[in-house]
Nanobody, 118 residues
Framework: EVQLVESGGGLVQAGGSLRLLCAAS????????VGWFRQAPGKKREGVAC???????YYADFGKGRFTISIDNAGNTVSLQMNNLQPTDTAVYYC????????????WGQGTQVTVSS
């Protein structure tokens, strides 16, 4: 069973960038789909980006052109590069993994706070 640890959140001004990291322990991501999800106060958790078990990538519409998800060659770390951040991107960001083709989020990290000031 894989365990996930996120890092890289913080406070940034609008237009700034952050890079989130999701590190695997107990297993690699070799057989997993891994995605980033976010949850803003009072809102439901939503998908942000996904790298499938076939290593295809998908993005929510709000992230296209601004966010990039990638996985390292060793299959131990998934990153989310976020550029041109806006206050609407403020949320707790979670890494989720699943033994499936698509990102179903069966295993979760603890989350990392991203706050974008205007």
């Amino acid at each position: 069973e894989v365990q996930l640890v996120e890092s890289g959140g913080g406070l940034v001004q609008a237009g700034g960038s952050l890079r989130l990291l999701c590190a695997a322990s107990g297993s690699t991501f070799a057989d997993y789909a891994v995605g980033w999800f976010r949850q803003a106060p009072g809102k439901k958790r939503e998908g942000v980006a996904c790298v499938t078990s076939d290593r295809e990538t998908y993005y929510a519409d709000f992230g296209k052109g601004r966010f990039t998800i990638s996985i390292d060659n060793a299959g131990n770390t998934v990153s989310l590069q976020m550029n041109n951040l806006q206050p609407t991107d403020t949320a707790v960001y979670y890494c989720g993994a699943s033994r499936s083709t698509l990102c179903l989020g069966h295993y979760w990290g603890q989350g990392t706070q991203v706050t974008v000031s205007s």
